[in-house]
């Protein structure tokens, strides 16, 4: 594996060091790396051909990479932090850990095998597993005691069991039609649940990644809540507030009309048209909500 760094020094005399952050430059992660990225305020490539950015103004050098490769190249210390999925660093074996979970490219590994053939992980025993992360299956086995022959194949697997080269495959399921297709179906309890993550090496903070990890947390809980304001009566504060508790407590402002207050206060995204349903029936009038872009809790 060559160095990604090596024609592209990050620093020179008199320059602090940039933290050096990998990001996947194909496949399914790579497109929602690059909006969570520029939604934490930097600079991502307008090129997919460009294979490193340099975001002097924020102290980041970015390194389009291998989904596959990123772990690898954390977990050796050459980059500092990268933006890789779950199943790709447990698959890697690297001296890596997940720092953030980020929410996009969940995906769930099964073991699958032709219909009606298998219904428990204890008839793996003695079987030919076909599957693309070889990594993530044989500690799977291992865990339990299975022993079983484990076969990497890049790319499509379900054909494997057809074409005789294997008994059994373990892969990403999603709706399970691909596998119905082929006239298999899953069995036994998920091998992973899958999601993109950011990693850092092990034991180790590099210079810079909390503020850029900081960076990432506020969009991410930015895109899990939403700003909600609203105007009722002071006697139904104490309910009001009850439902709409905020992160610290909510800004709770006088009005000019009488006895009321104006409430504003932070409410997950999730359920809050419900939340509004309910302040409306305790008296709540006035009721909005407004998305919020970046924040720091």
Request: with cysteine; aromatic share 6%; net charge negative.
């Amino acid at each position: 594996m060559s160095d990604p760094t090596s024609t592209d020094p990050t620093s020179s005399p008199g320059q602090s060091r940039l933290l050096r952050v990998a990001v996947p430059n194909k496949g399914s992660l790579s497109q929602s790396a690059s909006d969570i990225l520029r939604e934490s305020g930097y600079r991502q490539r307008t090129d997919s051909k460009e294979l490193t950015l340099i975001d002097v103004e924020n102290g980041v050098e970015f390194f389009y990479l291998r989904p596959r490769d990123i772990a690898l190249y954390v977990g050796e210390g050459t980059l500092d932090a990268g933006i890789t999925g779950r199943d790709l660093l447990r698959d890697s074996g690297a001296k890596a850990d997940e720092a953030l979970q980020l929410g996009f490219g969940r995906s769930t590994f099964r073991f699958a095998g032709p219909a009606g053939a298998f219904s428990d992980l204890s008839q793996l025993a003695g079987t030919r597993i076909a599957t693309s992360y070889v990594g993530v299956v044989h500690a799977f086995l291992e865990e339990r005691g299975i022993d079983a022959t484990v076969t990497r194949l890049d790319g499509a697997v379900e054909t494997s069991i057809q074409l005789g080269v294997a008994d059994v495959i373990a892969d990403v399921v999603e709706t399970g039609s691909t596998l119905r297709q082929a006239g298999l179906e899953t069995f036994g309890e998920p091998i992973l649940q899958s999601e993109a993550v950011l990693i850092t090496r092990t034991g180790d903070v590099p210079s810079g990644f909390e503020v850029f990890k900081r960076r990432v947390d506020g969009v991410l809980v930015a895109r899990s809540y939403v700003m909600m304001d609203y105007d009722i009566e002071e006697r139904h504060v104490t309910a009001a507030v009850a439902l709409t508790p905020g992160i610290e407590g909510p800004t709770i402002s006088p009005l000019h009309r009488e006895g009321w207050v104006a409430v504003r206060a932070m409410v997950p995204r999730a359920g809050a048209q419900r939340l509004m349903d309910e302040l409306w029936g305790i008296g709540a009038r006035g009721i909005l909500t407004t998305d919020i872009h970046a924040c720091r809790l």
